[in-house]
């Protein structure tokens, strides 16, 4: 059974950081292209980070500079690493795995930006 846990969403103040992990069970991790989306309220999800099963990264417009996506292929985990956080960074973030036949969510992490 494929699992993906988030964790490390919370309250945090405008400029803050924090780092959301994603943990992956029942999936041959080091193989999947694994990604970062978030959804605000009343919007639609889009990509927020992505990095390749080699470690090759893109962002969304929105974040780059300011995020940074990793991944640990002995733990399983991919990171997401924000830096000076903004209001409108608020959203539920999503972990996604990806390979051509395969597409894998987490349950989502809440992260709030606000004073």
């Known amino acids: 059974q494929v699992q993906l846990v988030e964790s490390g969403g919370g309250l945090v103040q405008p400029g803050g950081s924090l780092r959301l992990s994603c943990a992956a069970s029942g999936v041959i991790f080091r193989l999947y292209a694994m990604a970062w989306y978030r959804q605000a309220p009343g919007k639609q999800r889009v990509l927020v980070a992505h990095i390749t099963s080699g470690g090759s990264t893109n962002y969304g417009d929105s974040v780059k500079g300011r995020f940074t996506i990793s991944r640990d292929n002995a733990k399983n985990t991919v990171y997401l690493q924000m830096n000076s956080l903004k209001p409108e960074d608020t959203a539920v973030y999503y972990c996604?795995?990806?390979?051509?036949?395969?597409?894998?969510w987490g349950q989502g992490t809440q992260v709030t930006v606000s004073s």
């Open positions: 996604n795995a990806r390979l051509p036949l395969a597409d894998y």
